[in-house]
C-alpha cells in the first residue's frame, strides 16, 4: 500500500508512537477515500491514489491552476492576467474530483479530524515553497455560529502541523468572519464574490504586528478563490506584504474560469 508520512513532530515521540500502535489495533486505519484497509492513518489505498491528480508544475505562477504546457517561469492564466486576485499565490495539492471531494465532506463534516496529518503532508509537498517564504501561517475562519456547531475549524487542523514543521508562527484568530455567509456551493462565482465582500476583517489585536508580513493562508478547499481573494485584500489593506495561498484540494476546470 501507498503511504503518506504524517509530518515529522507529530509522532517522533515514543508515547505518541504507541498510541499510534494501539489505535491501529483497536481501529485499524481505512483509506481516506474508498474506506478499504490501508497501512497508515491519513492515507490513500493503491488504487485511489493512483486515480488522485497531484497538482505540480507548469502551473500559473498566481493562482496555481495546471497547464498542459510549460510556458516557462513565471507565466499567468488568462483569469489571472484579466482579473489578477489580491493573493499573490495559490498551490493546492491534489484536483478535486468525486474522491477527494468525499474526502474533504468527512474530514469537514463528518468527524474524521484524523485525516489532518495525512492531508497537511500532501499540502506540505505542494506549497513547500510558499511555507518557506512565509511569515505566519493564518487559517480561513468560519463565522463563530459554524465553529460551534463544527466543533472544530477544519482549517486550522491543517495549519496548525504546517506551522509547527516550518517553526512559524499560527494564528488561528487573524482574521475574522464577522458575517455569516450563504453557502457558496450553489452559487455563481459572481454571486460568491458579493456574497464573501466585506465578511472578514483583521483581529484588532494583530493588526499592529501584520505590518509587512508575508501571510500562508490555509483553507480545504479552493473552488473560485473569492473568499481567500477577500480575505488576501482585507490583509493588504491591513498592512500585509503578501498573502499566499494553500489548500488540499482546487477545482480544476477544462477552462479556467475565475
Ligand atoms: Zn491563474
Not at 497508515?40 to 491514489?49: D, F, I, N, P, R
Not at 513547500?128 to 477544519?154: I, K, M, T, W
Amino acid at each position: 500500500m501507498m503511504r503518506l508520512d504524517p509530518l515529522p513532530s507529530i509522532a517522533t515521540t515514543l508515547p505518541a508512537q504507541l498510541l499510534t500502535v494501539a489505535l491501529n489495533f483497536v481501529l485499524p486505519p481505512r483509506c481516506a477515500s474508498c474506506g478499504v484497509q490501508t497501512g497508515s492513518t491519513g492515507g490513500l489505498c493503491t488504487k485511489c491514489w493512483i486515480q488522485a491528480r497531484f497538482i505540480a508544475a507548469p502551473q500559473c505562477s498566481q493562482c496555481g491552476y495546471p497547464f498542459e504546457l510549460d510556458f516557462g517561469e513565471g507565466v499567468r492564466c488568462g483569469p489571472c492576467l484579466s482579473r489578477p486576485p489580491y493573493f499573490d499565490r495559490a498551490r493546492a495539492a491534489v484536483a478535486y474530483d468525486d474522491r477527494i471531494g468525499h474526502i474533504v465532506i468527512a474530514f469537514k463534516h463528518g468527524d474524521r479530524a484524523d485525516l489532518a496529518p495525512g492531508l497537511a503532508a500532501w499540502m506540505r509537498r505542494a506549497g513547500g515553497e510558499l511555507l518557506q517564504d512565509a511569515d505566519l501561517v493564518a487559517p480561513v475562519p468560519l463565522h463563530r455560529r459554524r465553529l460551534f456547531s463544527r466543533r472544530y475549524n477544519q482549517s486550522s487542523l491543517l495549519g496548525q502541523p504546517l506551522a509547527r514543521a516550518a517553526g512559524i508562527p499560527f494564528i488561528g484568530d487573524l482574521v475574522i468572519r464577522q458575517r455569516e455567509t450563504d453557502s457558496q456551493g450553489h452559487l455563481s462565482p459572481a454571486a460568491r464574490r458579493r456574497n464573501v465582500e466585506g465578511a472578514f476583517h483583521v483581529a484588532a489585536h494583530h493588526k499592529d504586528m501584520l505590518k509587512d508580513k508575508r501571510v500562508l493562508l490555509i483553507d480545504d478547499v479552493l473552488t473560485t478563490g473569492a473568499t481567500v481573494n477577500a480575505i488576501a485584500r482585507r490583509l493588504k489593506r491591513e498592512g500585509a506584504r503578501a498573502v499566499d495561498v494553500l489548500t488540499v484540494t482546487r477545482v480544476v476546470r477544462e477552462t479556467n474560469v475565475s
